[in-house]
């Protein structure tokens, strides 16, 4: 369902002094549809600038991102067009970081709700489904009305979970889902994951800690290792 090819990145950090940042070049792996890799290997190796070469927010250098979407059959992501990415991102990819992009003004269940209105639910129904997220990320109903600005970074993160998880995407991208949440928190996330993964979506995610990866991906490749043995990534498939 997710077929990474050949990906590489490059940053130019200074155009007079052609400093250049390569985290990976030609990297290749595959998920199949519901399953979930987690992405390992030591901080500034590359893990969020794959997952963000996958949900697009950065460009390729060169290579493939092979998607199967129920939309537009399969599409390269890594040089689809930016309409079919935005309309993607809508209906089929859902992306979770550790920061919230607050939207001044619009309520913690509205934040939730609106991700559902594209699909064609009501007002009403949306928000009751997003009421419902929202209790299962144990977000307590006196900050559902609240602006989430005012919240703290586990509830910011929460409110992020929800607007992912609350579309059933296709594919699920997740960097440090749990990194600022308490342990009763992330239970809950790790039941919905494994809900979700049961339901069909295809996950790729990095944690920061080893054991939660463990508990919900099929498997773990590990950047480290691959970089050192400069071998194809099966053989860090652990
Ligand atoms: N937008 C950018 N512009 C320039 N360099 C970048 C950019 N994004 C990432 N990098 C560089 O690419 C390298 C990989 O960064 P990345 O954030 O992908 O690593 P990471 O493995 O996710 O690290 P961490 O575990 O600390 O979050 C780093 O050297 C980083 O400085």
Redesign the pocket.
Known sequence: MLHVEALSKT?E?SVTEQMR?H?FRDLSFSIPEGGFMGLA?P???????ILKCIYRTYLPTSGRVRFRSSMYGEIDLASADERRVAHLRKYELSYVSQFLKVIPRVSALDIVAERLLPLGYSLEAARDDAAGMLARLRIPETLWSAYPATFSGGEQQRINLARAFIVRPRLLILDEPTASLDRETTESVLALLQEMKRQGTTMIG?FHDWEIMKRVADRIFDLGEWKRSGVSSSAQLI
Do not use: A, D, Y
């Not at 901080?43 to 600038?49: E, F, L, M, Q, T």
């Open positions: 940053f950090l940042v985290p290997g901080s500034g190796i590359g893990k969020s600038s990095v």
